[in-house]
């Protein structure tokens, strides 16, 4: 059986629980594709968006997990790639819905925002929850195709 490759990517300011949820990812039996960065010194976060969206597009990763220190522009970053359903999440609930309704392939998190347990916690909950489908498969399919120009009516 192979090992579904997960990929991982932070700037500097989410090294440290990047770091503590590639751990995680490596005692559940995953491997880990680690995008990067390797340090503290100071880096552009939405680069390292950038690299996710590439790594998912290329199939060398079918999920992946993004920080920074909120989570919100890295997250931003990636989901300018429509194959690329990046959701930033803060437990185990908003981990658990992202995939149930919004089939999400890439968890962000805020390193500033959140402890390491529960995003650990919310992790395992991303990588366990299917797509629930049925009436969700609609509204997904608009995230990846939205109108050339959206209708104020």
Request: net charge neutral.
């Amino acid at each position: 059986m192979t090992q579904e490759v997960i990929a991982l990517a932070s700037d500097h300011a989410g090294l440290a629980l990047k770091t503590a949820l590639t751990e995680e990812l490596t005692a559940l039996g995953f491997a880990v594709l680690d995008l990067g960065t390797e340090s503290t010194a100071s880096v552009d976060y939405p680069d390292y968006g950038y690299r996710m969206a590439a790594a998912l597009a290329d199939g060398k990763a079918a999920r992946g997990v993004l920080v920074c220190g909120s989570g919100i522009g890295i997250s931003m970053a990636a989901n300018r790639y429509s194959w690329v359903r990046a959701a930033l999440c803060h437990d185990v609930t908003s981990a658990r819905l992202c995939r149930e309704h919004n089939d999400a392939n890439v968890i962000a998190f805020g390193e500033r925002l959140i402890g390491i347990e529960v995003a650990k916690e919310a992790l395992r909950m991303f990588l366990n929850t299917p797509f629930a489908g049925d009436r969700h498969v609609r509204r997904v399919t608009k995230l990846g195709t939205p109108p050339d120009k959206p209708s104020v009516a």
